[in-house]
């Protein structure tokens, strides 16, 4: 079928296979470049078909020759109907990587669950016996607790007081006011069941009980600070304590893994456009400036280049350059001095009229749409591509 972007809002209901494809191409080329020296060997990645999980899941495999098992959560396609891109991207990951002589298996499926937790745990028994490194990096509107059955549905709004501020609607261009309620406390205790530790706790917890950590083991989750520009929102709002938590559960992780010398640890990573970051108020006019001011200072990074410093130049390096709170910083070029004063200058003089000069939105709209496989160099959009895609090591 010929496959087009059909967009409602901040989604896009459609994904093309070959777009897919030729994202996870590129991504797979930059890493070949730019090996990973002492670098995990077998890894799963919670959340490996999109994003910060996708990269982490090639710059593994890729950057240091590791079997790979990926968790995800993505819709298989069905005739007439494409898949997710997360689909398409995990379909083209893995079929590369049996080319290329690499494990890479996947469980399409709830990873919240206890059954997906058992499913994973028994893989690994099965084909692994162990694994090195854990990755985390989930990103879900909802999440229905294992144990008690109840569904939590996060939320993104400030804490305290009402927050207004600029936002764009990146399909028009059109900058205007936005006023967010501030959230309850119940929508704060929802939000950090969703996206804090918990559930993350909860796998490691599993893994280590089946006995399936190597010695050494590391795990890392990531997280997001951002300027004050978007504190009320996002770091000092709903989703802001489910990073705290997020944080501290690293801690209690740590703890657990004292026994096998294992190490747990949060990476701050960029704003960058992902499905999850897109549907954030207030953050896509924030990232169309930020894109503007690091592609000009030559400092932009996509989820690629990121993983690949996370790996080279921290977790696999001789120093993790970790914070004050002990945290891991690849959002350190986004928060220089020089990158933030610059986006807080042009914040003060968008309005709908001067946000193409003063902004990227066309880069902002381009990742967008390479999301889920469109507008990608050298795919030919016009010719008939079959949607009926299957991912080779899905389980
Ligand atoms: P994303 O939407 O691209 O990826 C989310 C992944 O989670 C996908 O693989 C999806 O299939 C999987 N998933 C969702 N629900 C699931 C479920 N129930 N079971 C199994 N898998 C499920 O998101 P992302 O932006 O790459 O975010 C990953 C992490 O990075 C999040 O913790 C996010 O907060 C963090 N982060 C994002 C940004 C950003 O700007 N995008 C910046 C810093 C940190
Ligand atoms: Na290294």
């Not at 162990?130 to 569904?151: C, F, K, N």
């Not at 190490?263 to 207030?282: D, E, F, G, R």
């Not at 709908?352 to 999301?371: A, I, S």
């Amino acid at each position: 079928m010929i496959i087009e972007p059909k967009t409602r809002g901040f989604i896009c209901l459609t994904a093309h296979p070959k777009g897919c494809e030729q994202n996870v191409m590129n991504q797979i080329n930059y890493i070949k470049e730019r090996p990973v020296a002492n670098g995990p060997k077998k890894v799963l990645v919670i959340g490996a078909s999109t994003g910060f999980g996708l990269a982490s899941r090639i710059t593994a495999a890729y950057g240091s020759n590791a079997a790979t098992i990926g968790a995800f959560f993505e819709k298989p396609p069905t005739e007439g109907r494409p898949a997710s891109p997360g689909w398409y991207n995990s379909a083209a990951f893995e079929a590369q990587a049996h080319k290329d002589g690499l494990y890479a298996k996947s469980i399409n499926g709830d990873a919240f669950s206890n059954q997906v937790k058992a499913q994973t745990i028994d893989l690994i028994k099965a084909d692994l016996g162990e694994i090195d490194l854990l990755v985390y990096s989930l990103a879900s509107p909802v999440r229905t607790h294992p144990d008690t059955g109840q569904r939590f549905k996060s939320v993104l709004k400030p804490i305290g007081s009402t927050f207004t501020n600029n936002t764009v609607d990146f399909h028009t261009g059109e900058v205007k006011n936005i006023s967010i309620a501030p959230g309850s406390d119940q929508d704060i205790k929802n939000t950090v069941a969703v996206m804090g530790g918990e559930d993350w706790q909860m796998w490691v917890n599993q893994l280590k009980a089946a006995g399936v950590l190597s010695n050494d083991f590391k795990t890392v989750a990531y997280s997001y600070i951002g300027p004050s520009l978007t504190e009320a929102v996002y770091r000092k709002g709903t989703i802001g304590r489910a990073k705290d938590h997020l944080e501290a559960t690293a801690f209690n992780i740590a703890d657990a893994l004292k026994d096998i010398n294992g190490q747990a640890y949060v990476s701050v990573n960029k704003a960058l456009v992902t499905q999850a970051s897109s549907a954030i108020p207030v953050i896509p006019l924030y990232i169309s400036l930020l894109y503007k001011v690091m592609k000009e200072k030559g400092i932009h990074e996509g989820c690629i280049e990121q993983i690949e410093r996370l790996f080279n130049a921290r977790l696999y390096a001789e120093n993790l350059e970790l914070d004050e709170a002990g945290r891991i910083r690849i959002d350190d070029w986004e928060m220089r001095h020089d990158v933030q004063a610059k986006v807080l200058e042009l914040w003060n003089n968008v309005t709908t009229d001067t946000l193409p000069k003063l902004g990227d939105l066309k880069g902002y709209e381009t990742d967008f749409y390479n999301l889920f496989g469109f507008k990608v160099d050298g795919v030919d959009y016009k010719k008939d591509v079959n949607e009926m895609v299957e991912i080779p090591g899905l389980q």
